[in-house]
Structures are given as C-alpha cells and as structure tokens.
C-alpha cells in the first residue's frame, strides 16, 4: 500500500514569491492533516480536513496561507507571498478519521528554504 | 503552543542498552502516542496508549502513562543503531468536536554501534 505521498521534497524561494504544496492521503483516509515544523522543534497543526471540508484551520496564517481539499482526497497548501520565517518542513498527514484518534500517517514532508 | 515536553532533549548510548525518554503535559488527555522521525523523514507511529492504560508494549517498545503526574515514558530495549531517530509525544486534547493532536519538541537519540 502507497503510503502519503509529498511533492516537492524540496523548494527554495526568494521572499515575496508564491509556493504551492502538493498532498495525496492514503487511500480511503478520511481526515487530512497539514503540519509544519521548525527546526528542533515539533509539528504544529495548520489545518485540519474531513473529507473536503476544513474542520480546524484556527493555526493556519489566513493572510498568505490557503489550503484546499478538492473532491476530498488531494491537497494543496500553499503561501503567498512567502517570508523568511516561513522556511520549515511542510508535512503532510492522513488518517481514516480523527473521532477515534487514530493514528496518524506521515508523509516525508517539503523543505522550504526562503531566501 | 506545545503542550508535550520530552526530556532529555538529547541522549546518546551504546548499542545493546536501553533508552528511556520521558514526556510531560499539561492538561488532560484522551490518549497519548509517539512517533518516530530518522532524519529527513516524516514521523511514523510507534504506539498509542490511552488515558485508562498505564502500560503498554510493542516488540522492544514499552511505554507507561501516569495520568496523576501528567508524564509517560518510552523504553527501548536492546537498541540498535537504526533506532537513532528524534522520538515525539503528541497528546490528543479534544475540546468539543474539535481533535487536536499536539507535539512536543522532541528526544533526539543516537545509538552508536
């Protein structure tokens, strides 16, 4: 079974340009996850999907974040215009529903680096 | 906001002795999981253990959970060089119908062969 699938793996910018995120769940996961995470730090939740609709996005930069779901199975995060406080990892994650926790699956992520 | 705390931060051993990392929280939980992370990758799910457990095994994985204390600890036994990974608790907070998983800042382990 294809595990979360992340695209690009890696992305470097310049400030003030846009940059768009690419996610495909494991197949018949419900729930869609977008996290970021800083350098020695955690993950920190962005926005939150049940199938196509945004069920917590209270962590997300409404200014230069957006996200969508579109028939509930891919997702695009994307900034813009980007900052430099942005550069982190971008991950994804899916699970087949978030009312029981389950577990959660990862993708490998996206490195952004804004220069 | 983070609401787990792994200690240590970073811990180092031999290969064939056990880790043991610690978490903390601070508010109440329905269950508590961790994840690990090898470099450059994304987290993968170790083992979950719920509010009403208070221990829990997987192969070489043994995790107990203190709801009093608001702590949980993770023990590898007889580790091995490909265990050297950053180690995650994430504690499920729910207000509502509103799920939450929160990470914390992590336990990097290196096990040196």
């Known amino acids: 079974e294809a595990g979360v699938v992340q695209s690009p793996r890696y992305k470097i910018i310049e400030k003030k340009q846009p940059v768009a995120f690419w996610c495909n769940p494991i197949?018949?996961?419900?729930?869609l996850y977008w996290y970021r995470q800083n350098l020695g730090q955690g993950p920190e939740l962005l926005i939150r999907?049940?199938?196509?609709?945004?069920?917590?996005d209270s962590q997300l930069p409404k200014d230069r974040f957006s996200a969508e779901r579109l028939k509930g199975v891919d997702s695009t995060l994307k900034i813009q215009p980007a900052e430099l406080g942005d550069s982190a990892v971008y991950l994804c994650?899916?699970?087949?529903?978030?009312?029981?926790?389950?577990?959660?699956?990862f993708g490998p992520g996206t490195r952004l680096t804004v220069t | 906001s983070q609401q787990g705390e792994e200690d240590p931060q970073a811990l180092s051993i031999q290969e064939g002795e056990n880790a043991t990392m610690n978490c903390s929280y601070k508010?109440?939980?329905?269950?508590l999981q961790w994840y690990r992370q090898n470099s450059g990758r994304g987290l993968v799910h170790l083992i979950l253990?719920?509010?009403?457990?208070r221990e829990k095994h997987s192969g070489r994985l043994r995790v107990t959970l203190d709801t009093s204390k608001k702590s949980s600890s993770l023990l590898i036994t007889a580790s091995r060089a490909a265990d050297t990974a950053s180690y995650f608790c994430?504690?499920?907070?729910?207000?509502?119908?509103?799920?939450?998983?929160?990470f914390g800042k992590g336990t990097l382990l290196t096990v040196n062969p």
């Open positions: 994650a899916s699970s087949l529903s978030a009312g029981l926790s389950y577990e959660q699956y």
């Open positions: 999907y049940e199938n196509e609709e945004a069920v917590d």
């Open positions: 197949s018949g996961h419900n729930t």
């Open positions: 253990i719920r509010s009403n457990e």
């Open positions: 994430a504690t499920d907070s729910r207000g509502g119908s509103n799920y939450k998983l929160t």
């Open positions: 508010t109440s939980i329905n269950n």
